[in-house]
């Protein structure tokens, strides 16, 4: 892309972004590197045979990132970023197409359908069969980022990654969601905070 960045006067990035979106692409961040998130010991047989059995979970398309992003009324960046960290899935649930906010080890997933209509009988969001509740999402288990953003609800993950795309922070806070006010995280998610600014 030299010459393309010389003839326009711009820098390399720029000029990427511009050839891009000229030839009808868009351009996915950089995946960034990712420590293995913890084990988990609360698992049951039970709950691995259930989700054996979860729909397949892909990644989103760029429509559907799109579609997302404008049903939370969030800068596209924000449903980027979660699918980058492996926290925002796309799966058919139910017979409809829904975004999953999961745990990176995929052992919690919560579906809300794309439309925006509720999920059965009046839910707004359903946890998928075998999930393991308590389990946050996001990428807080990854300690080589000093600061963690300590969210509750798949939307407000969503909603955490786009602020600090917007800030400039992706190298330096991370994202702690739990998918219900009740839940008590494990010890180990807890343990991962030490030493760590959070809010």
């Known amino acids: ?22 030839a009808g692409g868009y351009r996915m961040p950089a995946p960034r590197p990712k420590l293995a998130p913890e084990p ?16 397949a979970m892909e990644l989103p398309t760029e429509e559907e990132l799109e579609a ?11 449903p980027q970023w979660a699918a980058i960290d492996g ?9 409809v197409r829904c975004w999953i906010i999961r745990s990176t ?6 579906a809300r359908r794309l439309d925006g209509q509720p999920l059965g009988e009046n839910l707004k969001a359903k946890t998928l069969a ?22 509750e609800g798949g939307p407000d993950v969503l ?22 006010a009740s839940m008590r995280p494990p010890f180990g998610a807890v343990a991962t905070m030490k030493g760590r600014r959070h809010r």
């Open 1 to 22: 892309m030299d010459f393309l960045s010389k003839a326009l006067d711009i820098p390399a990035q720029e000029a990427i972004r511009r050839f891009v979106e000229m």
């Open 40 to 55: 988990v010991r609360e698992d049951t047989d039970d709950k691995r045979r259930k989700r054996a059995a979860w729909p």
């Open 130 to 151: 075998g999930s393991i509740a308590t389990l946050p999402v996001g990428n807080y288990h990854d300690t080589r980022w000093p600061a963690v953003a300590l969210v």
């Open 159 to 180: 909603a955490a990654y786009a602020g600090i795309y917007r800030l400039g922070l992706l190298d330096t806070v991370a994202v702690c969601g739990m998918l219900g």
């Open 105 to 110: 080890c995929g052992k919690n997933a919560q």
């Open 68 to 78: 997302v992003a404008a049903l939370r009324r969030l800068p596209v960046e924000g």
């Open 87 to 95: 926290t925002l899935r796309m799966a058919t649930v139910d017979g």
